[in-house]
């Protein structure tokens, strides 16, 4: 889910700020109390309403797969998302899931439709 504008953040903290109540505030810009009541905590800590950034590193799981994906699927067109999981674990040494290995081939445009 992606954070909310800053832009919104600042009307909202503003709205509090000139004495509206919290409940009517969070009703016109559809957003909790809670929410609400931790933007003026980072307005106050910080003095900005920025959004934090995501945690983690990027994933970069599926790097070395994909760049040898597309010759693979040239070779192993009729192959089950399980075995393009076997063969990307044994290239690379990486272990993806069948649905990382589902969206790396959503990426590259390859439908699952077999031929007969």
Known sequence: ????????????????????????????????????????RLKRETGGLAPKPVPGPVAAKTGAVMAALPERLGEHADATLADHCSWGREASGVAVSTATMSRALTRLGWTRKKSR
């Open 1 to 40: 889910m992606k954070a909310y504008s800053e832009d919104l953040r600042e009307r909202v903290v503003r709205a509090v700020a000139i004495g509206t109540p919290r409940d009517e505030v969070a009703a016109t810009f559809a957003v909790s109390v809670p929410t609400i009541e931790r933007w003026l």
